[in-house]
C-alpha cells in the first residue's frame, strides 16, 4: 500500500486518524450529500482527538506538529473516502493568529480553538466581483473611535454557519490612497456569534457537492479595534504567509482522494468479471490506473518536499504551490479513471466514486485554480513576464 513520510510517530498518527475515520463510513458521507448536512459528529470527534490543534503549539494547549503531520492528517481522512473540507481551514487560518496576532490574542483564542470551545473555520477573502484578483477587493473596514464599520460583501465563505469566528480579509485604506495595491489590506477576527443580525447576513449556496458555502453580506457591521490582527494595512502580506501551508494541506488531501481513487478502481477492476476475465486484464482498464498511481505518487514526492522545507523554515511557495497543482490533477485524473473503471456503477450514489468525483473537482478551482499556479510559476520562478 502506497505510503509517504515514513517513521514510527508518522505511523502511530496514520493509524490514529484511520482508526477514527473508520467510525465514519461511506453510508455517513452519502448521507449528509443527500441533505447537505455539516459533518457535525465527524469533526467533533477529530477536535476531541486533538487532530484539528495538530499546528498549534503545546504552550496554547495544541499539539506542537509541523505542516508535514498535519498533511499527514488531512490526507488520510480523504484517503479514508472522508472529506476533510469540513474541516481543514481551522488548521491554516488559525497559522495567522499565530504568527501575527497579539500576545493577548493568542492567549484568548488559540487554547479555546485547540479545545475545540471555539471553531475558526471560516476564512473570508473571496469577492463576487474581484475573484482571483484578491488586492481588488471591496470590502471596506472605516475606523470609527474604538471600532471598525464593515461594509461590504463576501462569497464562497465556506463553513461560516459552522464556525464561531471568521477571519476576515478587508480594504482599511482606499486602493486610491495606497503605493501599492497590495497595501491598505487589513485582517479582522470576527465573532460571528455576536455579528449575525447586527450588520452580517450568512446566505448558504447549495453547490454540486457538499460544501456548507456561503455568502456574506456585511452592512455596517461594527466591530471592536481589537479584532485587527496584527498591523492595519499589512493583512496582504499576512493572508500570503499562511498560503503556503495551506497549498501544502490541500496537495495532501489530494493525494488521499487520488490512493483512494486508485484503491477502488483496483480492487473493481480485479474483481469485475466480463468476457470471462477480470475487466482488469486489458490494458485498456489497468494503464489508465497505472498512469493514475504514477501521478498521485510523483505529486506526493512535491508534497513531501513542500512540507518539509516549510517545517525547516525554509521559503518554500514554489513547491508548495507545485505540490497543490500536481497533487490537485493527480486527484482529479484518478477521479476519472475510478469512474471509467467502475462503468455504470461509478454513477451509482452507493458506490461514492461519484460523490469523490464531484469533491475532489473542486480543487482544480479552489483555493487557488489551476491557472494561478502556472502564473506564479511562470513569473516567480522562470521569470517570464506578468501575464495579468
Ligand atoms: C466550494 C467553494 C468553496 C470555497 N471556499 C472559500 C472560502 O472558504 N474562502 C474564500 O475566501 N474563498 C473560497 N472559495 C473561493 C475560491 O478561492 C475561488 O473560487 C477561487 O480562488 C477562484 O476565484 P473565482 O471563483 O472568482 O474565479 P475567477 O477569478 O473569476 O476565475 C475564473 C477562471 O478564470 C481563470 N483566470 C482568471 N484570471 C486569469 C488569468 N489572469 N490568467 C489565466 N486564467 C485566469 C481562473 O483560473 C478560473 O479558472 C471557494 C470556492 C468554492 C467553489
Redesign the pocket.
Known amino acids: 500500500m502506497p505510503q509517504s513520510i515514513h517513521n514510527d510517530q508518522h505511523k502511530d498518527l496514520r493509524d490514529g486518524v484511520r482508526d477514527l475515520c473508520k467510525n465514519f463510513p461511506g453510508s455517513y458521507w452519502r448521507e449528509l450529500d443527500q441533505t447537505r448536512a455539516y459533518p457535525e459528529a465527524f469533526v467533533k470527534a477529530l477536535t476531541d482527538a486533538g487532530y484539528l490543534a495538530a499546528l498549534i503549539p503545546e504552550e496554547y494547549g495544541g499539539a506542537g506538529l509541523g505542516v508535514t503531520e498535519a498533511s499527514i492528517i488531512m490526507e488520510e481522512i480523504n484517503r479514508s473516502g472522508a472529506n476533510a ?1 469540513a474541516c481543514h ?1 481551522q488548521m491554516y487560518t488559525m497559522g495567522t493568529v499565530l504568527r501575527h496576532g497579539s500576545e493577548a490574542q493568542k492567549r484568548e483564542y488559540l487554547p479555546r480553538i485547540a479545545s475545540g470551545d471555539l471553531r475558526l473555520q ?7 466581483t ?4 484578491t488586492t481588488q477587493l471591496k470590502t471596506i473596514a472605516v475606523r470609527k473611535g474604538d471600532k471598525y464599520v464593515i461594509r461590504g460583501q ?7 454557519e459552522h464556525s464561531d469566528l471568521l477571519l476576515l ?1 478587508v480594504r482599511t485604506t482606499p486602493i486610491a490612497e495606497v503605493k501599492k495595491r497590495t497595501d491598505g489590506l487589513s485582517v479582522l477576527l470576527i465573532d460571528m456569534r455576536e455579528a449575525v443580525g447586527h450588520g452580517l447576513t450568512i446566505r448558504p ?1 447549495r ?1 454540486m ?1 457538499n ?1 456548507a ?1 456561503t455568502e456574506l453580506f456585511f452592512d455596517d457591521l461594527e466591530v471592536p479595534v481589537s479584532t485587527l490582527i496584527g498591523e492595519e494595512g499589512k493583512g496582504f502580506r499576512y493572508l500570503i504567509d499562511g498560503l503556503n501551508a495551506e497549498r501544502i494541506l490541500i496537495a495532501a488531501e489530494c493525494v488521499g482522494d487520488g490512493r483512494w481513487f486508485i484503491d477502488r478502481a483496483t480492487k473493481y477492476a480485479n474483481e469485475r468479471v466480463v468476457f470471462n476475465r477480470p475487466i482488469g486484464q486489458n490494458q485498456g482498464v489497468q494503464f489508465p490506473i497505472a498512469r493514475a498511481h504514477v501521478n498521485v505518487e510523483a505529486a506526493d514526492l512535491m508534497r513531501i518536499r513542500a512540507a518539509e522545507m516549510f517545517d525547516r523554515g525554509e521559503p518554500c511557495g514554489a513547491e508548495a504551490n507545485m505540490a497543490k497543482l500536481l497533487a490537485a490533477d493527480a486527484s482529479w485524473e484518478a477521479a476519472n479513471v475510478a469512474v471509467q473503471t467502475h462503468g455504470g456503477f461509478g454513477f451509482a450514489e452507493d458506490y461514492d466514486i461519484e460523490r469523490k468525483f464531484r469533491e475532489t473537482k ?1 480543487y ?9 499556479i ?2 506564479y510559476v511562470a513569473e516567480h520562478v522562470l521569470g517570464l513576464p506578468r ?2
Request: aromatic share 8%; charged share 10%.
Open positions: 473540507g481551514a471560516a476564512f473570508g477573502v473571496s469577492e463576487p474581484t475573484g482571483s484578483d463576501k462569497i464562497w465563505i465556506s463553513r461560516a480579509i449556496i453547490t457537492m460544501h458555502t473542486l482544480q478551482v479552489a483555493p487557488i485554480s489551476t491557472n494561478m502556472l502564473a501575464s495579468y
